[in-house]
């Protein structure tokens, strides 16, 4: 899967949650690659739902949102998202600009999640560097609270 959500955004949102440590690069490389793989993961179940009610074009409400915030609000980009959206859906579906900002503030509401988590896990183990094995033993962790 080619990375289609530029670095930078995700940097700030470690860097917001990070409470003054440091971020390698690595972690956001990681957090990176994880949360455009979610977001290509729920727009396939938007797309199911869209086909099931017989529609083409992926709605807000498909993504299970009920108010969809200012796309202004937001770190992550609109564009990228969208290009997200469509990495595992057939070319035939569309994605309405308020699904695009739905999905990106989900994707941001859990990049913050594991950015904050993250940088616990850097201070627990007595780091001052949130760095790539943060991120990726969050996701470990999340397999035994599932």
Request: hydrophobic fraction near 45%; proline fraction near 3%.
């Amino acid at each position: 899967m080619s990375v289609e959500l530029p670095f930078a955004p995700v940097d700030s949102i470690i860097r917001r949650n990070a409470d003054g440590l440091r971020v390698s690069a690595e972690a956001t490389e990681e957090l990176t690659r994880r949360i455009q793989s979610r977001g290509a993961e729920l727009a396939v179940d938007a797309a199911e739902r869209a086909e099931s009610d017989g529609r083409k074009t992926l709605m807000a409400a498909d993504f299970g949102v009920g108010t969809v915030p200012e796309k202004d609000a937001l770190e992550l980009p609109i564009a990228p998202v969208d290009r997200i959206a469509r990495l595992d859906i057939d070319d035939r579906y569309r994605v309405a600009m308020d699904a695009r900002i739905a999905l990106a503030s989900i994707l941001e509401d859990e990049a913050d999640d594991v950015a904050a988590a993250a940088a616990l896990l850097a201070e627990h183990a007595g780091r001052r560097t949130v760095k790539g094995e943060d991120v990726e033993a969050y996701f470990q962790l999340q397999q035994y609270v599932e």
